[in-house]
């Protein structure tokens, strides 16, 4: 089925050409999982949302909108389970990078349908060519301009791709972010610089720490990661994924990972992980 698009809240799926996004990918973006009529982890998308647009200096948009939004998109489709994508546009303008103090933001959201979640038991890793230039102004949000992870994807040969710093130092996957066990400890990159804080990454250290498992944010070298004991991804589509290979090097033991997966199950079970539309 067609994705349901609405812009501004009238169902459509153009935008004019001025659009900042389109010309500058000057805007911000939330991918969503909808389960019956419920957004999973809402409060943590609209607070990084809203993060976004303190960094970027766009115009908030209120939440009832964009609750209301997403409410009259699933209307129009019949899916149980969907991904809801909203979009946040500085606006429109002409020529340059300079813009209006009045210029009024552009919302989009989109509705596909979400096929249930296979897990695998094998996934595997690789090192990307192209990673991420170090900008803390634009660091831990989720904006628009993703070339960085569109150079790293491509040629990649295995299931996902490590992306690295100006350092060589481990950031995130292309979508997601990544993390080691080594000696009983959690250990996941740092990112006050550059990379994108997940909104499940967020829901996984606060478990781990339920959990007594000790939780290190830091930087992480590529040795470190190698030599982890287990490693596995996150991001809002897939939650978890336990990593069996990264290269030549295999990764067989999960049982920590394991024990975080059953938590964060059991999280998104739990009706306040829910937001009504």
């Known amino acids: ?50 993060r976004g647009c303190e960094q970027l200096k766009i115009s908030k948009v209120d939440e009832s909108i964009w609750l209301s939004d997403v409410k009259k998109a699933l209307s129009l489709c019949s899916y149980d389970r969907c991904v809801v994508k909203l979009i946040l546009s500085r606006g429109d303008s002409l020529r ?13 959201v989109i509705v596909s349908e979400l096929q249930k979640a296979t897990f695998n038991n094998s996934f595997s890793l690789e090192y990307c060519q192209s990673g991420y230039d170090s900008n803390p102004k634009l660091a831990g949000i989720k904006h628009c301009n993703r070339l960085e992870q569109v150079l790293a994807r491509a040629g990649l040969k295995s299931d996902e791709g490590i992306m690295l710093d100006e350092n060589h130092n481990v950031i995130s996957v292309t ?87 059953d938590a964060f199950k059991k999280k998104t079970e739990d009706s306040n992980s829910w937001q009504c539309i």
């Open 1 to 50: 089925m067609t994705p349901i698009v609405l812009i501004n809240g009238a169902k459509q799926s153009k935008i004019s050409i001025f659009n900042r996004n389109a010309q500058f990918g000057d805007g911000l973006f939330e991918t969503c999982v909808v389960e019956n009529k419920k957004i999973l982890f809402w409060v943590n998308h609209f607070a990084r949302l809203n």
């Open 96 to 108: 340059g990078y300079g813009f209006k103090d009045d210029i009024k933001p552009v919302r989009a």
């Open 175 to 261: 979508q997601g972010n990544i993390y080691a066990i080594h000696d009983n400890i959690l250990i996941t990159p740092k990112l006050d610089k550059c990379g994108v804080e997940g909104t499940r990454r967020a829901v996984i250290l606060d478990l781990a720490k339920l959990l007594g498992i000790k939780v290190k944010v830091d930087t992480l070298s590529i040795k470190e990661l190698d030599q982890a004991d287990e490693v596995f991804i996150s991001n809002s589509i897939i939650g978890i994924q336990f990593i069996s290979q990264i290269g030549d090097i295999g990764f067989g033991n999960n049982s920590i990972t394991k024990k975080i997966k």
